[in-house]
């Protein structure tokens, strides 16, 4: 047995194989391609070797585990020979000009969410076997035969580092658990993990990544440790803890339909924050009384070119009908920083989170923030959709983005497009937006502090370094004076403020909040009944001054 320590991202065990994740290996890039007919051969012999492995599975488990577990095989060799969907890869590489891979995954897409909108339940539980099946020829085609296989079962996901953009797009029913080397505590992979609710550690002591792939692994989120090939007397310890976080789920359940009020009365809106409209289950399953931050960026991190007006509003649209009703928050994008997408052609800097990010990109390349609003506003007729900008410093600013709005809905006027009521409202994550929230206050709906950067441009401490971690103080006193100083400003000019940044989460400081009068917590699906616990419990008429 091995024992490895990390910093604990989120708690509860996870227990399986470890697959080691190395860098674009998952990832399929739209390429151009010159010759359609031989990428269409490439694509046949993916499709042959794919159907070959399927054979050998089946083979296997017929062995093993018996005929009614090895038919699943045969339905997937099946699938790889329906006509349609042969039909579907070739013609996106005849007429798109595009590599083998993306025809592959954009067919794989299609198909999968044709079955899974279809009524029989037998029919929308294939879904996944679509996607299972194009994940095994795309595996093919990068040459990763051996990747596709191990992913058959759910796994315990170690990395060097993953980006943002990997964590997004793996596939949430295969992870387990996250484990990477490196990493801070404060970084968005870090903050996706929360979003699932997984146990996760970063900044782990593994020193050969090739050690481990494939063993037997623990991890144990809470106490930050990975436990390779664990022997007996510890998987027994390890087995009990899972079943004391299985009881305390439960206890948690009964939670569920309850408000979020103190014993004296005082309310609290407790709100997901979500990177992904893939993380809806989770905020329903959780009883979240809406969605506090949606990372909008997240839908441009997946793609490797901008998400049509189209696309986005799809998205927007299904988030909001499926919260029927309940506020809906979302963010603009906030591409920069730790958060680097290709397409958009951004120029090196020196320093990135002090860049050109977010709502300045949107200012200095307003065609691209005017798609998102388009979306965003057509979305706004099927839910309640409100919109935050992020990183504001100056009432400028904000008079920009209202002109740009302006100009949004009078063209959606222009051509009849119907739109709701939005509320708008700004993230307050920089000092200079602290310090003038009095004002800001004057133009907006709501307030929403996004600690994880306020505490990082008020500490002059990059989130992302990990090698500062002692020094990331988010209960610094300058902080929660901030965080009080906007809270009294909103409530001066009637508007609400709330807390979407990590620190929302943090029990330690949740009695202080309401002692506050913060309104609202946005935090990961997760924690929303735990924090609603702690809540219930409290009276703060008789919490110390
Ligand atoms: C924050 O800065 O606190 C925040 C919520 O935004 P992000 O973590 O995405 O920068
Ligand atoms: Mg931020």
Redesign the pocket.
């Known amino acids: 047995m091995q024992i490895y320590k990390g910093k604990s991202v989120f708690g509860g065990i996870a227990m399986g194989k470890i697959r080691v994740y190395k860098k674009d290996e998952n990832q399929v890039k739209r390429q151009k391609i010159e010759d359609e007919e031989a990428e269409i051969s490439r694509y046949q012999s993916a499709r042959d070797e794919a159907m070959s492995q399927l054979q050998e599975l089946y083979d296997k488990a017929l062995r093993e585990i018996g005929e009614a577990n090895a038919a699943i095989f045969e339905v997937h060799q099946m699938m790889l020979e329906d006509e349609d969907y042969n039909e579907s890869v070739e013609n996106i590489i005849r007429t798109e000009h595009v590599n083998a891979e993306y025809a592959v995954a954009a067919t794989g897409d299609n198909f999968s969410g044709m079955f899974a909108a279809m009524e029989d339940e037998y029919m929308r539980g294939r879904a996944a076997d679509v996607k299972d099946i194009s994940e095994r020829v795309i595996g093919i085609l990068n040459g990763a035969a051996g990747a596709v296989v191990a992913a058959d079962e759910p796994v315990i996901i170690v990395a060097d580092d993953l980006a943002p953009s990997e964590t997004v797009q793996m596939d949430k029913s295969k992870v387990l658990s996250f484990v990477t080397v490196h990493g801070s505590l ?1 970084s ?1 992979t870090a ?1 996706l993990a929360r979003t699932m609710s997984i146990p996760a550690l970063v900044s782990t002591n593994l020193t050969s990544l090739g050690d481990v792939d494939g063993a037997y692994a623990v991890v144990d989120g809470s106490a930050g440790k990975l436990y390779v090939e664990p022997d007996e007397e510890t998987m027994k310890k390890l087995q009990q803890r899972q079943r004391e976080f299985a009881e305390q789920k439960e206890l948690l359940e009964t939670l569920k339909g309850k408000e979020n009020v103190t014993l004296d009365g005082q309310k609290m809106l407790l709100y997901a ?1 979500i990177g992904n409209s893939k993380d809806l289950a989770t905020v329903i399953q959780n009883d979240a009384g809406g969605i506090g ?1 949606f ?1 909008s ?1 997240f839908i441009y991190l997946e793609r490797d070119h901008f998400p049509t007006e189209e696309e986005q509003f799809q998205i927007y649209k299904q988030v909001a009908q499926t919260l029927s009703g309940k506020r809906v928050i979302i ?1 603009t994008l ?1 591409i920069g ?1 730790d ?1 680097q997408c290709d397409y958009f052609e951004m120029e090196k800097e020196e320093n990135p989170a002090m860049g050109c990010r ?1 709502i300045r990109i949107c200012l200095t390349r307003p065609e691209i923030f005017k798609t998102q609003l388009r979306a965003l506003f057509r979305a706004s007729a099927f839910g309640k959709i409100a919109i935050m900008y ?2 504001i410093t100056s009432v400028e600013e904000v008079r920009r983005i209202k002109a740009i709005v302006a100009e949004v809905k009078a063209e959606l006027d222009a051509q009849s497009v119907e739109y709701g009521e939005v509320e708008q409202g700004i ?1 307050i ?1 920089t000092p200079a937006a602290v310090m003038i929230s009095d004002l800001l206050a004057e133009e907006v709906d709501f307030f ?9 441009y008020t500490l002059a401490i990059d ?1 992302q370094n990990t090698k500062l971690d002692e020094f990331y103080d988010p209960h610094h006193p300058a902080v929660l004076r901030m965080i009080q100083m906007v809270v009294e400003n909103a409530h001066r000019k009637g508007i609400w403020a709330g ?5 929302g989460a943090d029990m330690e400081l949740t009695r202080e909040f309401l002692k506050m009068g913060v309104d609202e917590l ?1 935090v990961s699906p997760g924690r929303i009944l735990p924090l609603r616990k702690i809540i219930r419990e409290t009276n703060v008429s008789q919490l110390c001054v």
């Open positions: 404060n968005h903050i924050n931050l990372r960026e963010r906030d920083a958060k977010a992020p990183m993230m994550e929403s502090i996004g600690t994880n950067d306020l505490t990082q989130r807390i979407c940044g990590e620190l946005s």
